[in-house]
């Protein structure tokens, strides 16, 4: 997931605050920060569905996200390599991005740095 890497660092140069939403488990959790502490250190929040009492796709995962983040739907992008989960983001008002191969946020990104 370099190319991904890459964005994540470029989109927080750029100013853009970069979260983590994952479906997941304690244990789960445990290994991948000791295994991936330093690609979880690139966002600048985690957030575990174990922790929040919901996963994806249920709605109020994505409202708490938000709250959390004081953005509106609107006002944020969700990436997701299941469907069902982008479209519920969509029904937020989220834009969303389905996640198939690690060049897909690349891509975006270079999208929305051309419009700019």
């Not at 927080?12 to 290994?31: D, F, I, M, Y």
């Not at 006002?75 to 996640?99: M, P, S, T």
């Amino acid at each position: 997931i370099e190319e991904t890497r890459r964005t994540v660092a470029d989109m927080k140069a750029a100013g853009v605050r970069v979260v983590a939403l994952s479906n997941t488990n304690r244990e789960h959790v445990e290994v991948f920060m000791s295994l991936y502490s330093e690609f979880a250190g690139m966002f600048d929040a985690l957030y575990f569905s174990n922790e929040m009492g919901a996963r994806k796709p249920e709605r109020r995962i994505y409202e708490t996200v938000l709250d959390l983040e004081g953005v509106e739907g609107r006002e944020a992008v969700f990436f997701d390599d299941k469907l069902e989960n982008v479209e519920a983001a969509l029904e937020l008002g989220i834009e969303g991005v389905h996640f198939i191969h690690d060049s897909v946020a690349a891509d975006w990104w270079e999208g929305k740095r051309g419009v700019e």
